[in-house]
């Protein structure tokens, strides 16, 4: 529902320090994460250039993509250590801010791999499959890209790319 409103929410653009959005996006979260035992670590650079870019908008992608980990998460047997580690970094040579979701989950297969940002795929009984297509199509509206790195059995990587403020 949440994801719905945001989509028709007028973009409203400004200088963000992306760490603060998922400072913010894991807060929210906290007690979700804690509940499905999910040992999370906010990996973040302390020289974080700004991007500009919507902060609720990159705040409830963020979210969208930890709630997929913790339900990914949620599939490994019970006792299995759930982890979650979040990362941002700049990409000097790209002038990128970087930003990427691991977990050691399932992983994704081949076929869904190639789907997964498609509307409506959902590999989840209960899925609507639009959570990562808007995820992918708010990411473009701000420049930037999403893309998963997964092999079954391996955990997933997701990495979202945005173009900074700093042009030097």
Do not use: Y
Not at 6 to 32: C, F, G, M, P, Q
Not at 48 to 60: E, F, G, K, N, T
Not at 61 to 77: E, R, S, Y
């Amino acid at each position: 529902d949440l994801m719905e409103l945001i989509r028709h929410r007028e973009i409203k653009k400004e200088d963000v320090n992306v760490n603060v959005s998922l400072k913010r996006a894991t807060d929210l979260l906290t007690d979700e994460l804690r509940i499905k035992r999910v040992n999370w670590n906010l990996a973040l650079s302390d020289h974080l250039p700004l991007v500009h870019a919507d902060a609720i908008h990159l705040q409830q992608i963020f979210m969208n993509i930890i709630v997929n980990a913790i339900q990914a998460l949620g599939t490994l047997p019970k006792g299995t250590e759930r982890n979650l580690r979040i990362i941002s970094k700049f990409d000097e040579a790209g002038k990128k801010v970087v930003v990427r979701f691991e977990d050691n989950g399932p992983g994704i297969s081949l076929d869904d791999k190639n789907e997964i940002f498609e509307p409506f795929f959902s590999t989840k009984t209960k899925g609507s499959g639009i959570g990562l297509a808007l995820c992918k199509d708010l990411i473009a509206e701000h420049g930037g890209e999403i893309s998963v790195d997964s092999q079954p059995g391996q955990g997933a990587t997701f990495t979202i790319t945005l173009p900074s403020v700093r042009t030097n």
